[in-house]
């Protein structure tokens, strides 16, 4: 299988007839001749893990897994408690976790099966800077700066980015909103003075 | 905790940073991690060394093109600026003619820029699943130490990996051994 992925980006050739030392000194597509470079990993030549399916109980007095009745379970879920089969044992950071567990992302290192964190930081520069900047719709800078900062004081304590300091940046972009609501209501009320 | 404050992990070469589209490669001890921010969320993806099978660097000719686009609109933009300096009749559109002129330095910067990063490529990191297209790794230079990189992790694990495969894969930048 995994010997069998490798392919030809561009033709898309297989490359599975070849063995580890032919790959390893392809300069050239055996068949479209694109120039390539093939480094092999530690899992070429080797068959993927596969699950394993769970055993059936045998006696009344074996443990039943809480998803599947009719199999018997293995482990305990290290979060919830739940006699689990082997196809529901889920291995996650060295932890025996249930589906349920693992999708709600209940207990565990956070980050360790973790796929997306939404970016507020980035959403409250986007509703300061955007309207200003857009010169079109400057005119709804007030707003957004006011949902900018509702944003900032509601997401404050969510989780931040793993690469940037987004609670810094969330932090500026709250000021920046202020800024930006005194000077839109300085304006608001220079004008009103003066036509009055 | 911010990957870079994180002691389990190392950052790999190879990252990009855009105004809403960074890039960044981190190695730990049993897995890569790609963090890729898309518009305004940060994604995650976990590669488990054990279960790599390959990087295949192919050329591209991205440069290529880059360089062709600026050329032209130099040119372009060249040949108008001097249309307008010797063809016009007013003292204006001469103005406008010679800051026509200055533009094309500004493109030749940027071709210039283009040829010192370096040849393009593209590089594709095959596990025993899928085979992914690693953003961010399109020029030579960044994919071939991004390579080194994580050809220093995984040495351990190729060379005790099946017969199959090499006993020693040749990291660029190494000195070499003694057979």
Known sequence: ?196 | MRLAEDPAYTRLPGSRRALMGDVQYWLARDHLLLVEVVGMVEKYRRFDLQELVALTVRPTRQRLWQMLVLGLLAGAILAFGVFLIFLSPTDETRLIGEVCLGLPVILLGAMGGVLWVGPSCELRLTTSVQTLVLPGLNRRKGAEKFRAALLRAVQPMVAASSPAAPTRVEVPGDPPTAA
């Open chain 1, 1 to 196: 299988m995994s010997a069998s992925a490798l392919t030809c980006p561009r033709c898309h050739e297989s490359l599975a007839p070849l063995t580890a030392a032919e790959l390893a000194a392809l300069t050239n597509c055996p068949r479209c001749r694109q120039v390539l470079e093939i480094t092999l990993l530690p899992a070429y030549g080797r068959a993927p893990t596969v699950g394993q399916v769970g055993s059936n109980r045998t006696a009344d007095d074996d443990p039943a897994c809480f998803f599947h009745a009719s199999k018997r379970a293995e482990v305990p879920c290290d979060q919830c408690g739940r006699f689990l089969c082997a196809l529901c044992q889920l291995v996650v950071a060295g932890q025996n976790l249930c589906p349920t567990c693992l999708a709600s992302g209940a207990g565990g290192p956070r980050g360790a099966w973790e796929k997306e964190r939404f970016r507020w930081d980035l959403l409250a520069w986007f509703l300061v800077l955007g309207p200003p900047l857009s010169l079109c719709l400057w005119f709804l800078s007030p707003l957004t700066s006011l949902v900018a900062l509702g944003i900032g004081v509601w997401k404050l304590n969510s989780p931040p980015s793993r690469i940037h300091r987004s609670r810094r940046r969330l932090v500026v972009a709250v000021l920046a909103a202020v800024v930006l609501l005194l000077a839109a209501g300085g304006l608001i009320t220079f004008l009103a003075t003066n036509r009055s």
